[in-house]
Structure formats: C-alpha cells, structure tokens
C-alpha cells in the first residue's frame, strides 16, 4: 500500500475496495475523475483530501494501475448492473405513478409545467 511520511499506509483495502485511509473515499471515485481528466487540484478539493491524501493515492494508482483498473472496471460493472435492477424492479411503479391522474389543486401548475416544456421542445 502507498504509505504516509510516517509509515502509515494512505491506502488501506476495507470492505468498500482499496480506500483513503481515515476516509470513506475509495480509488474507484479517484478513478472516476481521472477518467474525466479533471485536474487534481479539482479532485482534492471536490473530495475535501489533503494534498498528502491524494498524492499518494495518485502514486498508488500510478504503481498499481493494472490492478486498480481491472477493480475499477468491476466497480464499474456492479453498479450498472445495481442501477438496471432497480430500475427494472421499479418499471412498473413508475409507470403506475405516471398514470395517475394531477392531485385536486396542482391543474394550473401541471399546465405551467407542460406549457414551459413545449416551450424548451422537452417531451
């Protein structure tokens, strides 16, 4: 594991995958700004790390990157399979909510609703 000036490990494997030590931050979301190229100034800032955090982190993908990867592509594959299970386990609901008919009182503000939408050509 990359380790801190103080021979602490910066990155430890918990039960969410390999993971920021003292964080609940994990590679994988490190990852998923990298593949946005995002600049690291703006991934420290957006995940609230010190520049000790990331750097080592950085340096731990960076000298691990074929593991990282292959655990990144399955993260990856997890969640899409999450999100499509959901997603088909709640297609009925969602059709259901849709059909029901505008609660007593919310007629004028279903009409904005629809009227600004044609304006912007939203389905």
């Known amino acids: 594991m990359a ?8 990155v430890v494997r918990t039960s969410r995958g390999l993971t920021i ?11 998923d700004y990298l593949k946005l190229e995002w600049p690291a ?6 995940l ?4 000790e955090q990331l750097n080592g982190a950085l340096d731990y993908i960076e ?15 997890q969640a899409e399979e999450i999100r499509q299970y959901w997603e088909e386990r709640n297609k009925e609901r969602f059709a259901e909510i ?9 007629e004028k503000i279903k009409a904005k609703i629809r009227a600004r939408k044609k304006e912007l050509n939203l389905p």
């Open 3 to 10: 380790e801190k000036n103080n021979s602490q490990p910066v």
């Open 21 to 31: 030590a003292g964080t609940r931050i994990t590679l994988y979301a490190i990852m």
């Open 41 to 46: 100034k703006l991934i420290r800032d957006r």
């Open 48 to 51: 609230n790390l010190t520049d």
């Open 63 to 77: 000298a691990h990157l074929e593991e990282v990867e292959a655990e990144y592509q399955l993260v990856l594959k």
């Open 98 to 106: 849709a059909a029901l008919p505008p609660r007593p009182g919310q």
